[in-house]
């Protein structure tokens, strides 16, 4: 999770959003991993007093399914990219 400011970057919101990337070597894909991986990182930006974290995901990932259960919600499209947006609780 990286805050980009000035607009950069393709899942900016705003400068106070960190923009999140995930990726694991394929051998270790599909073994609920990178599900584990998106709730501690979501865990940490709430800890760290973030409200949001904000990703982009190819319309064709299956990883959309997972990044809707841990609570990203779809917020348009960039660049024929899903932009997708989690909200703290808090
Ligand atoms: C995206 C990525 C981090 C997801 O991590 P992962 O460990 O593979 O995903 P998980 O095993 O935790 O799966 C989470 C859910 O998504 C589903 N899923 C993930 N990848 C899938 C695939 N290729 N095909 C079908 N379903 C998939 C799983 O079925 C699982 O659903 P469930 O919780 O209902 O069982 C990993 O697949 C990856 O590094 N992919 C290549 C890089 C990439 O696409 N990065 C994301 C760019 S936005």
Redesign the pocket.
Known sequence: MRLVPERQGLAYIDDETPQL??????E???????????KAALAAAWQHGYQKVS????PE???R???Q?CGFKEAGLRSAYHLMVAESAA
């Open positions: 990337g995930i990726a694991l070597e394929p270790f894909q599909n073994r609920g991993f990178g599900k584990l991986m998106m990703l982009t995901v190819h990932n299956p990883a399914s997972m990044y259960a």
